[in-house]
């Protein structure tokens, strides 16, 4: 089937009902019915009909969305909002609706961000810059990607230091072997999230996983997907494909512990569903990906003996909340672990706006999502704030830097893994 008569099949699906405005973070901040999930749609189903042209209202309506996915998780009718997303804004790309500089100025920041060496070195080299800046990026990059030179865009803070973080290829099960597991060790995560990585594989091993790194695994395609470079996207998915394949057979899942590529990784049946060298393929692989978090409660943790003393609050992040539908394993974990208290944040599964690109390319919109993310933070009084995807990650770590908190922000899996280390 075509992409223009998927994106028909999947637009009918909505009734207009509106269940999903109140459920969608652009709506609640704007009150415009165009940054509204509905309005987006009836955009979208316009321009199919051939009522309106795919102007540039359309592409602002589409470029302010974030792909949240909350609407999908607020819809009676099952739309699939997120698929609808990606297939109009491969359409902006393809088409080529937007500036020729801005298109470019947005792949390079992709491919910055997905190849891992790349990212460590323009962190260093900006790190520089915008220490001369106040720590953020100047003019023009920001007037290229957000239109919007005022605005800036801060960089992230790496968890430790600064370089390409590598895994062994296989890490053995502590005790008797009861599973053997892949990993994803992802792309951004090992240049920002080197400490998280290491984490997530000692407490695989803790609970008798022997965990299998393919040293050429590489980035999954979600940030290509998600910001409309279809055939990027899919050439990355192909090529992890690849990689992880010689060891497939072996592993009883593949975990992964950033929302944004597991729910794009379990979606790799249906994306590559059209290429008859992998469609099987992608299939057999999608079916194997857990969430880190899923894949622990599934197996039974082994509980950790040692206690943490924290006051802790879960941020849900989108793409695990509303993408894959994983809410309470993370919760069961961290209240798993003896001395922890979990207090819930008031909107916890909603945006804090960091959103794969999103606070660079939308650094508004963002800014007022993180500032009510913060103060809900702050009500509860935590020290420590977990969740499970680099975006969120580092996002909110800026704005606690920012707000003058003393909250450190973690991966669940890296509070179990202090439980089990005393640490
Ligand atoms: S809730 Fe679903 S069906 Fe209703 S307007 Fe929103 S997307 Fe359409
Ligand atoms: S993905 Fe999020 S921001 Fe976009 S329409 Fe749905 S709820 Fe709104």
Known sequence: MSVSHKLDDKTIKCIRCGFCLDACPTFRLTGQESKSPRGRIYLVRSW????????????????????CRACETACPSGVA????????????????LRPAAQTFARKQLL????????????????????????????????????GSPDQ????????????????PERSPAKGDRRHTVGMLVGCVMRVLFGETNAATVRVLQENGCD??????????????????????????????????????????????NSAGCGSTLKEYGELLEDDPDYRDRARAFAAKVRDVSEWLVAIGLTPPARPVHAVVSYHDACHLAHGQRVRQQPRQLLQQIPGLQLVEMDEADTCCGSAGVYNITQPRMARQ????????????????????????????QQGVREAGMDVRICHPVELLDAAYRNS
């Open 48 to 67: 199919r009909e051939g009522v309106i042209p795919f102007g540039p209202d359309v592409v602002e309506a589409l470029d302010t969305c974030l792909g």
């Open 81 to 96: 909002y997120g698929s609808i997303l990606e297939m109009a804004r491969e359409h902006i790309e393809s088409a080529h």
């Open 111 to 146: 491919e910055t961000l997905t190849h891992p060496g790349r990212l460590a070195f323009s962190l260093r080299a900006a790190g520089l810059l915008g220490r001369l800046t106040g720590g953020k990026m100047p003019g023009l990059a920001a007037q290229l990607l957000s």
């Open 152 to 167: 800036g865009i801060a960089l992230p803070t790496p968890q430790g230091e600064l370089k390409v973080h590598t895994l």
């Open 211 to 256: 965990v299998v790194a393919p040293p050429a695994a590489g980035c999954c395609g979600a940030l290509h997907l998600h910001a409309g470079f279809h055939a990027d996207a899919l050439a990355r998915m192909r090529a992890l494909i690849d990689a992880f394949e010689p060891c497939l057979p072996e592993l009883d899942a593949i975990v992964v």
């Open 369 to 396: 999502l993180l500032a009510r993310k913060i103060a809900h933070l702050r009500e509860t009084g935590a020290r420590i704030v977990a969740t499970g995807n680099p975006g969120c990650l580092a996002w909110i």
